[in-house]
């Protein structure tokens, strides 16, 4: 009996089976959709089985045509039913132009073609260090953006060789002889890399699509490598460069303009003993000896070259030939100085008449009447210590002095009785030398690194003084005014010692005050750096006699660093100031800062650029391989161009064979439908020969 067809082209296809086809992932059925067949046996295993469309058999066919103007019986159901495709002409499917996928594969060639080309010329420039050249701007705002818009172009450019690749390979597939198994696992694997390596796994049972499957695979194993790669294959990278920049300096040393006796020396020397305590970036300008200029420049970072100064003091005992003092009895203080040439700078000796008050024992004074008497920068100081020289030397530089004293009275008198005593001392001159230099600073810090020429080390030893060695005179000075002498102002280095802040307690020999020794602030510091520790109170006002061995002086070495350096913090302290406050100005200036800025430059990455190049080579060969073909059999058009559920409905309307074998197949699972579909087919013969 020949069995009859119904014109409803789903009867006898399960519903169920319709929701299984699910296009991402339920492919199976999409392509056992296309499946051709005259009889529901297959001729063999795995044999190719002709195609025959439903409603198109020849006369000679097993089964008996129904014709397209068959009544059909009434039904009282409402439910829609679809016609047979008999029923219609035949869909004359529209053909694309002839040159729509000479166009893709050009296309496709060239993109993958271009990236290539572009990996080349990147590895070009890593090579030559071109993109080292490549400088932006100091602030890097442009490594957001580098990276943002490379990883965008990958994933913009991947995406379009992806869907060109997958659409030539899928046109390829459906015009190709093959198994539907094999053009469900090429079609399912284009879903993702997951899918791809499902497709992959799967292939241990049925081996039949294993090049098409490792292909797939690798080609979107590369280009996850890409995205990835993209990132970190060119980047903005730092480096530090060396830029000029003109700078404000304040130096501490005075103009010559300024009146230095004018300047207010009671708050200065004040001020000095207690720099000691603040912190090295709170004295920028000092250095131990060294004034140096600071520079005023925001932000600026590096060093600087500027101008500095260093004090530096030599030291020696004056001969007792060349300034002896010779005290008066019963004068007051009074006694007459006698002056050689070689410190008087005249040719003949000299004689003065001046008071002179010695300190105390183991103590130091500065004698503002000796220190007048040198030409120059000199200061001469009343030692009454004991020195660590030679005998010859003791006895060529000893001095006499008087020492007066009063008796504490056993009974009630008027006054008691002075007794005089002999003081040995030492009279020490100092010449002071202002040496400038040229410095280098770091602006970060504000500290001194280093200057140039080095300072000179003086010897240890004591030795006898000398005059000092050429122009000495220094380029600041202070004009006398009216009734003023003008030795006086050439000597204004004195008056931070004699004139500076003094101490309350004074050491008197006797109850007279022409016999009272103030000693001032600077004088005690001084005595402190160099070993002296003097402690005044009330009771040493009036201190008994001179006795018992002296104090060894220091070396003079430290004596020499101990005197520059308050000259150095005199003069610092008078700058920071400021005129408003007892001191003077700094002398503004100009200076070229070095300073150090980062920048960002190119730079591409040679293990990320590698694997980029390596993916995108194999990503052209691969696309190569799976569009190849595609052009020889051009000529012959299939008419569907996708592998949608649209499509699945349009072939299983008019092929009989998919839903006669979707019939016999009970169970839908992925292993059952895959062994149902390893027949051979060749679907652009026999849709063709529909047209």
Excluded at 125 to 150: C, D, Q
Excluded at 281 to 300: E, I
Excluded at 349 to 357: D, E, G, Y
């Amino acid at each position: 009996m020949m069995p009859k067809y119904s014109l409803n082209p789903l009867q006898g296809l399960n519903l169920p089976w319709l929701l299984y086809i699910h296009v991402p992932i339920c492919l199976p059925l999409m392509f056992f959709s296309l499946l051709p067949n005259v009889n529901t046996k297959p001729q063999g295993n795995h044999d190719s089985m002709s195609l025959q469309p439903i409603g198109n058999t020849s006369s000679s066919s097993a089964h008996e045509r129904i014709p397209t103007n068959t009544h059909l019986p009434a039904s009282n159901t409402t439910s829609p039913t679809l016609v047979s495709a008999t029923a219609y002409p035949l869909l004359s499917p529209q053909k694309p132009h002839k040159s729509t996928k000479s166009v893709s594969v050009f296309l496709c060639v060239i993109m993958h073609g271009f990236l290539v080309l572009l990996h080349l010329v990147l590895l070009a420039l890593s090579i030559l260090g071109v993109e080292h050249r490549l400088v932006t701007s100091e602030n890097g705002a442009w490594m957001p953006a580098l990276g943002a818009s490379t990883e965008a172009f990958y994933a913009l450019y991947c995406t379009i060789l992806v869907y060109l690749v997958q659409r030539l390979t899928l046109y390829r597939n459906l015009i190709q002889h093959q198994q539907l198994t094999i053009l469900h696992d090429n079609v399912n694997a284009w879903s993702g890399l997951g899918s791809a390596l499902q497709c992959l796994w799967q292939q241990s049972s049925t081996t039949g699509s294993l090049w098409w499957i490792t292909s797939i695979t690798i080609y979107l194993g590369c280009v996850f490598a890409l995205h990835v790669a993209s990132s970190s294959i060119a980047q903005l990278q730092t480096f530090s460069v060396t830029t000029n920049i003109s700078a404000t300096t304040f130096s501490h040393w005075p103009s010559p303009n300024v009146d230095m006796m004018g300047l207010q020396w009671h708050t200065i020397s004040a001020i000095v003993p207690s720099l000691g305590h603040f912190t090295s970036s709170s004295n920028a300008g000092l250095n131990g000896t060294t004034l140096y200029d600071t520079v005023q420049a925001d932000g600026a970072t590096g060093h600087a070259s500027v101008d500095a100064t260093t004090f530096r003091a030599e030291c020696g005992l004056l001969h007792n030939s060349e300034l002896s003092y010779t005290p008066r009895l019963n004068a007051n203080q009074f006694g007459d100085y006698v002056i050689g040439p070689q410190v008087s700078g005249q040719e003949q000796t000299m004689k003065w008449s001046a008071r002179l008050v010695p300190p105390y024992q183991d103590q130091l004074a500065v004698s503002s009447a000796m220190s007048v008497l040198f030409p120059g920068p000199t200061i001469a100081f009343i030692i009454p210590m004991s020195i660590d020289i030679d005998n010859s030397l003791k006895s060529a530089t000893v001095q006499h002095m008087n020492w007066e004293y009063q008796q504490v009275p056993l009974f009630d008198s008027p006054q008691a009785p002075i007794i005089s005593t002999v003081l040995d001392a030492h009279f020490i001159a100092c010449n002071i030398y202002a040496e400038h230099q040229t410095a280098t600073v770091d602006m970060e810090t504000g500290q001194l690194l280093t200057f140039s020429p080095p300072p000179v080390l003086s010897p240890s030893d004591w030795e006898a003084w000398t005059a000092p060695k050429g122009d000495n005179n220094w380029d600041i000075w202070s004009p006398p005014g009216v009734g003023q002498y003008k030795h006086h102002h050439a000597k204004w280095f004195v008056s931070p010692f004699n004139s500076g802040a003094m101490h309350p307690v004074k050491i008197c020999m006797t109850q007279s005050r022409a016999t009272c020794n103030k000693i001032s602030l600077l004088e005690l510091y001084f005595m402190k750096e160099i070993g002296l520790d003097v402690v005044l109170d009330g009771q040493a006002s009036g201190p008994p006699p001179p006795s018992g061995p002296k104090k060894v002086l220091c070396s003079r070495r430290q004596f020499e660093s101990s005197l520059s350096k308050i000259f150095a913090s005199l003069l610092w302290t008078g700058a920071k100031l400021g005129s408003d406050a007892g001191g003077f100005d700094p002398t503004p200036g100009s200076t070229v800062v070095s300073r150090q800025v980062i920048k960002w430059h190119l730079s591409i990455n040679s293990w990320p650029l590698i694997i980029a190049l390596t993916a995108s080579l194999t990503m052209l060969a691969l696309s190569i391989c799976m569009s190849g073909g595609i052009l020889h059999r051009q000529k012959n058009k299939t008419p569907i161009d996708s592998a949608g559920i649209l499509q699945i409905i349009w072939l299983t309307n008019r092929l009989r064979v998919l839903k006669d074998l979707m019939s016999t197949v009970d169970d839908p699972r992925e292993d059952v439908l895959r062994s149902a579909g390893m027949l051979e087919v060749d679907l652009l013969q026999e849709l063709n020969r529909q047209a």
